[in-house]
């Protein structure tokens, strides 16, 4: 029973049924949603380790404390002193600034510096991409992503997307995009920025 209350996330489960609704909604019609807005707010914005990434710590005038490894599926990580700590859910900084607390035990004065080399993101700061493109996917959030960035990862629509008809969700509320605008004619107005935690849904019109 607590294996499923850990994978069950309400918040989740919301947001893709909305992503259904929408894909349903959008096939028949170009939805009414308010556009996407053309300005977002990030100056606090910081990159927020994952499973899957590939992290090099560097421990200065330490090589043999220096190492390359890859945030477990429980995000931890094994390295030099540092077996099993907890690396997801925090940023570079943070987890260089734990891993300096913990082998300055044994070195005086660590100076640790950690860098992401292999992008993955925590779940809630990865940009997902549903419906109608070529390859439906989540992607790592980059700093100053926009709507154009994501689809050239998602390789564009397919033939038969209702692009005028997508979707962005974020935060619980929806907004219209123009993606056949933007692909087809170019229409950069069109190119909006995007946030950690977004969803793009993209219908598919009538045959």
Same mark, same amino acid.
């Given at each position: 029973m607590n294996s499923i209350r850990s994978v069950w996330n309400p918040r989740r489960f919301a947001v893709w049924c909305a992503c259904a609704l929408t894909l349903v909604l959008g096939a028949c019609a170009t939805n009414n949603f308010p556009p996407a807005p053309k300005q977002v707010s990030l100056a606090d914005y910081h990159y927020v380790i994952g499973p899957g990434d590939t992290l090099r710590i560097g421990v200065w005038q330490n090589p043999d404390l220096s190492s390359t490894v890859q945030v477990r599926p429980d995000g931890r990580i094994s390295a030099p002193l540092v077996e099993g700590m907890q690396a997801a859910g925090l940023t570079p900084d943070e987890l260089a600034a734990k891993i300096?607390?913990?082998? #300055?035990?044994?070195?005086?004065?660590?100076?640790?510096?950690v860098v992401v080399s292999d992008f993955h993101g925590a779940l809630g700061q990865q940009v997902s991409i549903v419906g109608?493109?070529?390859?439906?996917? #989540?992607?790592?959030?980059r700093d100053k992503m926009t709507l154009l960035d994501a689809m050239i990862a998602a390789?564009?629509?397919?033939?038969?997307?209702?692009?005028? #008809?997508?979707?962005?969700?974020?935060?619980?509320? #929806?907004?219209?995009?123009?993606?056949?605008?933007?692909l087809h004619d170019g229409k950069m107005v069109d190119n909006v920025p995007l946030l950690p935690g977004d969803t793009i849904v993209i219908p598919q019109g009538w045959f």
């Open positions: 300096r607390g913990r082998i #300055s035990k044994y070195v005086r004065e660590p100076v640790v510096t109608a493109a070529t390859r439906p996917q #989540s992607i790592p959030y390789g564009g629509l397919t033939p038969y997307a209702n692009g005028n #008809s997508a979707v962005l969700v974020r935060h619980g509320k #929806s907004y219209s995009l123009r993606l056949d605008d933007l």
